[in-house]
Antibody
């Protein structure tokens, strides 16, 4: 069955760029039926949608993060990626990638904790 | 965009029914039938429970049901069980083509 796995550094310094990759296995990221999204959850807090991408590359971003976020897709590797620039401690969170079908996130990765600290 | 409004906590006894509300605006919940609900146990990834306001994914118990009236969507859990104790989040598509989550509701089974 389809699985998603996040990967990337667990520690990022303030003002630097957070970079994460989500690898999709058991299915194609190029399916026309799905978007692919990033969602984060600061410790002890709720979920926040970061953005979503279609396999063609069209993207939608959370307006509050839009100036710092880039989401891209690599169909040859069956992966999509998140870059968040100029990070601060407020960006410390568990970051999830998820498949989005019909505007609902139906399959999630296990999540990866990213801490912003010097 | 503002987060959807959910009660911080709800509680109920085993066998009872509870309802969690999710209030948005005429630009999100009120405009689209694209409201979904997620269950999250501590330390785990969220799990989709309801999509398109009322539909359940395969494998989700029919004790979980969704509805919507105006700008407010609701999740009802009937026949409450101990394993239902978790955090619940709603989300909606918006007129800006973005997605917005609710702040989350902690369900306690007494």
């Amino acid at each position: 069955q389809l699985q998603l796995q996040e990967s990337g550094p667990g520690l990022v310094k303030p003002s630097e760029t957070l970079s994460l990759t989500c690898t999709v296995s058991g299915g194609s990221i190029s399916s026309s039926s799905y978007y692919w999204g990033w969602i984060r959850q600061p410790p002890g807090k709720g979920l926040e949608w970061i953005g979503s991408i279609y396999y063609s590359g069209s993207t939608y971003y959370n307006p509050s993060l839009k100036s710092r976020v880039t989401i891209s897709v690599d169909t040859s590797k069956n992966q999509f990626s998140l870059k968040l620039s100029s990070v601060t401690a407020a960006d410390t969170a568990v970051y999830y990638c998820a498949r989005e079908e019909a505007r609902a996130f139906d399959i999630w990765g296990q999540g990866t904790m990213v801490t912003v600290s010097s | 965009q503002s987060a959807l409004t959910q009660p911080a906590s709800v509680s109920g006894s085993p066998g009872q029914s509870i309802t969690i509300s999710c209030t948005g605006t005429s630009s999100d919940v009120g405009k689209y039938n694209s409201v979904s609900w997620y269950q999250q146990h501590p330390g785990k990834a969220p799990k989709l429970m309801i999509y398109d306001v009322t539909d359940r994914p395969s494998g989700v118990s029919d004790r979980f049901s969704g509805s919507k009236s105006g700008n407010t969507a609701s999740l009802t859990i009937s026949g409450l069980q101990a394993e239902d104790e978790a955090d619940y989040y709603c989300t909606s598509y918006t007129s800006s083509s973005t997605r917005v989550f609710g702040g989350g509701t902690k369900l306690t089974v007494l």
